[in-house]
């Protein structure tokens, strides 16, 4: 299920940023915000059905082209993260 691969992969990115002391601030809070965003629109969509049910297309495409963004701007210079971004972007346009 998606909502469970955006769950791990939440996690994993979390864990990244915590132990990866490389990131530069902007980096950091970018991606921050992105992963704040996903998490609420999974709480606010977990009454309304699977997935991401609760959130608008409009809501879901923004996530993953936030993320997208994030990973043209910063692949070079944090490959580990950019593969969990990748993972994430992929459950997410699933989704979409």
Request: hydrophobic share 35%; proline share 3%; net charge negative.
């Amino acid at each position: 299920m998606p909502r469970d691969k955006l769950h791990q992969s939440l996690d994993h990115l979390h864990s990244q940023l915590e132990s990866t002391g490389k990131v530069d601030a902007a980096a950091r809070e970018h991606l921050q915000s992105v992963m704040q965003e996903i998490r609420e629109v999974l709480e606010r969509s977990a009454d309304s059905g699977p997935d991401l049910a609760g959130a608008t297309t409009e809501e879901r495409s923004g996530l993953v082209d936030r993320l997208r963004d994030w990973k043209e701007q910063f692949e070079g210079e944090h490959p580990t993260l950019t593969t969990t971004v990748v993972e994430l972007i992929e459950t997410l346009r699933r989704i979409v």
